[in-house]
């Protein structure tokens, strides 16, 4: 009893993936290939074309829409070689399912398979020599419902060679093809690379579309920088053969690993992330370049699928039997003589990548570098035109990392395990104890470099606008802190009253731009002033008091007035009077703490009072009209007012900024910042 086959269900159990819709059409030039070599002569004499069939241009008037052949969808292929032919071996060969005619090729019997998986059918026309030297025709149809079908040609038989027609594109692989002329071009390049880099070369390959040719020749060449470069290894008894490549940026490539078999491409790895120092793009010569390698193995040729997508073997040695050899083992010796083929342009990377990191940890984020030893150089390897927004997530993210890290050895530490030994338990304390004090750098050095940027935004807020303007005080207000807000609603890392006074970080209630009566420290019910902290447009008072220690320590409020404003005749715009106005107001409304409790003694409770704004001239006069005493610098003016019992300063932009840099400046110098 003879074994049968069945067409239908050998093509159904046929694997072709959605993601390679172009691998009927590659099979179809590996053939091809096959039979210009079987021809004997100099590959360099083959000649390969591919042809792509799209729908008619029916409905179009204009020329240029119908030669746009990306517009229109590919309905199939045509293929054309001067190769040996559809010889009576050849054709018991494709009449015989999982022939071994090509198995010293690496050859499996099936790729004609895929054909009828992606397309309708296939149209073969085919001139050959017979066994008496004459010329011969053999032309037949392949398809699903029949079969190999003979079909009638009355052609005149020239001279050897094939045609092969993919028809009917089958539109599931149609809508995940590439559609233009150099796509198709470029994958078939991939797929075919390997004949390019061997000795030898490849037959002459050319792809049309209507007006469009390209040739593979060309293609390599433009894609190539410098010669590729082939070496041997062997794992256990096995011979392998890599082969490197650079490739231009232009190729559209990225770095990457193709594993071969029968000298065509079966699986693309993608290198990122695997070899130290690899970025997107690598230098040689002063070029730029992408680095691509292929491998090629007699055992790769045995164990890959039928479908020529996958290969059969073990992902790790674990439980394999004997000697054989697993995917990890083969990636594992390709990534180690890669980094040495590269290793001087790897170096080159990672040098430019400490650069650009240094530069920037040193001018821009000095919270990263007391913790830049305990990252991994393999995540401080970064592109060299990376932005400084991107280049702050990337280091964020290591700094989390190791925060990450930090917490989970000291919940370790925490709970130690019976079976630790002192000395191990001792060192894994002193290396927690290590990373703290530099963690904690960390946060000190970005919490002294949010004063530089706070300190320089401030400065560039008093300078005048584009529009002739100088900002309004409701900005440099928000600057020190959040407008309309109290300290029990606002987090202390969004306000900066160290600008103002260093003490006003200690206090027991702040409010912002509130109106009185809202304040509940002051106890005020007066409802006729009110309104006027927050309707008035220039008047945005500070209200801050000490610690609930009994008796209240102080009462502070700060006044903002716009720069370059000066001083009306009004009591209402004179930002002194307002500021004592406002201090009266909350003592008269009996000061409690925050949680209520009364606070003997309001009236004489110390008062402090700041106006912040620019000395002009009349300002300049109020203050000695007052009688208040100038400062050294001429930048600021200050008096005790008896009468209120409360100190009182009036504060320029200037001294402002001038004051809170110098306070500032020894942590600046301690971080390597410009203080200018």
Known sequence: ????????????????????????????????????EDTGGSLSRGRIRVEIRRETSLGFTDDSASRNESSRSIEGFIITDNGVGFTDANYRSFGTLD?????????????????????????????YTSEDGKLARRDFRFSLPKGIVPLESKAVARSPGSEIQLLGFEARYKATAPKTCRAIANQLLDHCLWYFVRPGGAPQIEVHDDQESLRLDDLYESHMQGASKAEEFSIGEHRFILAHLRLSVTSGREHAVSFCASKRQVLLEPLKGKISGLTSTLQHGGSDFIYHCYVESPLLDERVSSERTAFDLAETPEGLFGHEVSKQQIRSEILQRASAYLRDSLAEASRASRERINEFVGRKAPRYRPIMERIDPNDLTIEAGISDKDLELHLHKQLARLESEQIELGHSLLRPIATDELESYSARLEQYASAAVDLKKSDLANYVFHRRVIIDLLENA???????????????????????????????????????DEKLAFHDYLASDKPIRSTPVTGSKDLGEPDLLALQLFDNPFLASEKEAMPLASVVVVEFKRPMRSPGNRREDDPIEQALLYLDKVRRGKVTTHSGRPVPTSPNVPGFCYVVCDLTEAMRTKCRLKGYTQSPDQLAFFSFNPNFNAYVEVVSFDHLVNSARMRNRAFFDMLGLPTE
């Open 99 to 127: 022939s071994e005619h090509k198995r010293d090729r690496g050859g499996r019997g099936v790729g004609r398979l895929s054909w009828l998986k992606a397309f309708r059918a296939a149209e073969i026309r085919s001139v």
């Open 462 to 500: 008093l300078n005048i606008g584009d529009n002739g303007k100088y900002a309004r005080e409701k900005l440099i207000h928000s600057l020190v802190m959040p407008m309309g807000k109290t300290s029990h609603e606002t987090h202390p890392a969004n306000t900066n009253l160290w600008l103002l």
């Open 1 to 36: 009893m003879t074994m049968e086959t069945n067409l239908a269900g050998r093509i159904r159990n046929t694997s072709l993936a959605l993601s390679t819709p172009l691998l009927p059409l590659f099979e179809a030039v590996a053939n091809a290939i096959h039979a210009v």
